[in-house]
């Protein structure tokens, strides 16, 4: 019988925790899903973690390719109408599948759907949630923005999220040349052409790891990679969300990367990040400045 949602869990070289996510999943008040992990290359013990357990997990291995080509393989390897990622060190709450999938059903025009998270582990003293009140009233409004995800990046984690797979394979899934935020990528590509919403609850225990499949990349260093590509090839997510907006913040990615730079004691990459922030936005003269100036 095809089920109704297929459950995908990256992982990566995170044996100890990965049964807590496994076990945050299988207690689901929800039932009608499948469960696929997809091992990007792990050297520990994960195949034998998974398979000690009794319910029917399918399993794939392969070649470690980073977090985007492991969502898509487990994406492509999928059977439901509707995809949910947990991340392999993330627990979700019980009620998580069943609100988002109620969200469909009362508004199927939606083709993403995600809830709250709440942060915890090594350098959390107390736990935290992701969206404060005064954000959640803003996206219990209705369909949230494009413009709203870039600007405040409401969406805690993939392990919130989920949405139709046919929309996925229509947008060619997570674009894995972006090292970073290849998720926020994705949501702006799906919300300049579809309805996302939002579900108050919280439904995912974020856990802050330097384990965490986000952190096993330098985010300072890359995260500029995904304005960069939307900007070239995305006219229609620059338009959405106003192209001079997106000029002035993609300048500041630029310029603060250059600064990162500098701090490194590498003065030549920092003055090409200077020079790329003057072009993206000429009516800023500190970037030209700091473009000019020499050390």
Same mark, same amino acid.
């Given at each position: 019988?095809t089920?109704k949602?297929?459950?995908?869990?990256?992982t990566y070289n995170?044996?100890?925790l990965l049964?807590?996510?496994l076990d945050?999943v299988?207690?689901?008040?929800?039932?009608d899903?499948?469960?696929?992990?997809v091992d990007d290359?792990?050297t520990?013990d994960?195949a034998?973690?998974v398979?000690?357990y009794?319910?029917?997990?399918?399993y794939?291995y392969?070649?470690?390719?980073?977090?985007?080509?492991a969502r898509?393989k487990?994406v492509?390897l999928?059977r439901?109408?509707?995809?949910?990622?947990c991340?392999?060190d993330d627990?979700?709450n019980?009620? %998580?599948?069943?609100v988002l999938?109620? $969200?469909?059903?009362s508004?199927?025009?939606?083709?993403?759907a995600?809830?709250?998270a709440?942060?915890?582990g090594?350098?959390e003293?107390?736990?935290?949630l992701?969206l404060?009140?005064?954000?959640?009233?803003?996206?219990?409004?209705?369909r949230?923005?494009?413009?709203?995800?870039l600007w405040?990046?409401?969406?805690?984690t993939m392990s919130v999220?989920?949405f139709?797979?046919a929309?996925f394979?229509q947008l060619?899934g997570?674009?894995?040349?972006?090292i970073?935020?290849?998720?926020? %990528?994705f949501?702006l590509r799906?919300?300049?052409?579809?309805e996302i919403?939002y579900?108050?609850?919280?439904? $995912?225990q974020k856990?802050?790891?330097?384990n965490?499949?986000?952190q096993?990349v330098n985010?300072?260093?890359?995260n500029?990679?995904y304005?960069e590509?939307?900007?070239?090839? %995305?006219?229609e997510?620059?338009?959405a969300?106003?192209?001079?907006n997106?000029?002035?913040?993609l300048?500041?990615?630029?310029?603060?990367?250059?600064?990162? %730079?500098?701090?490194n004691?590498?003065p030549e990459?920092?003055?090409?990040?200077f020079?790329?922030a003057?072009k993206t936005n $000429?009516?800023?003269l500190?970037?030209?400045?700091c473009a000019?100036?020499?050390d």
């Amino acid at each position: 019988m095809t089920p109704k949602v297929s459950v995908v869990i990256p992982t990566y070289n995170n044996a100890s925790l990965l049964p807590e996510t496994l076990d945050g999943v299988m207690r689901q008040s929800f039932r009608d899903f499948e469960l696929i992990v997809v091992d990007d290359g792990s050297t520990d013990d994960t195949a034998q973690v998974v398979r000690s357990y009794e319910r029917q997990v399918d399993y794939w291995y392969q070649d470690n390719l980073g977090p985007a080509a492991a969502r898509n393989k487990g994406v492509s390897l999928a059977r439901g109408e509707y995809i949910a990622f947990c991340d392999h060190d993330d627990v979700w709450n019980e009620r %998580h599948l069943e609100v988002l999938s109620h $969200c469909f059903s009362s508004h199927p025009a939606s083709a993403l759907a995600f809830d709250n998270a709440e942060y915890f582990g090594e350098s959390e003293s107390e736990p935290r949630l992701h969206l404060k009140q005064q954000v959640i009233q803003l996206f219990l409004k209705g369909r949230v923005t494009p413009e709203v995800l870039l600007w405040h990046y409401p969406i805690a984690t993939m392990s919130v999220v989920m949405f139709k797979k046919a929309l996925f394979a229509q947008l060619g899934g997570l674009n894995e040349r972006i090292i970073a935020l290849d998720d926020l %990528h994705f949501y702006l590509r799906l919300a300049v052409r579809e309805e996302i919403r939002y579900v108050d609850y919280v439904g $995912c225990q974020k856990r802050v790891t330097k384990n965490n499949l986000s952190q096993q990349v330098n985010i300072k260093e890359v995260n500029i990679q995904y304005l960069e590509d939307l900007w070239q090839n %995305h006219p229609e997510v620059v338009s959405a969300i106003g192209p001079l907006n997106f000029r002035l913040r993609l300048a500041r990615k630029y310029f603060k990367l250059g600064r990162q %730079h500098k701090q490194n004691g590498a003065p030549e990459l920092a003055k090409e990040m200077f020079w790329n922030a003057y072009k993206t936005n $000429c009516f800023n003269l500190r970037y030209l400045w700091c473009a000019a100036k020499r050390d």
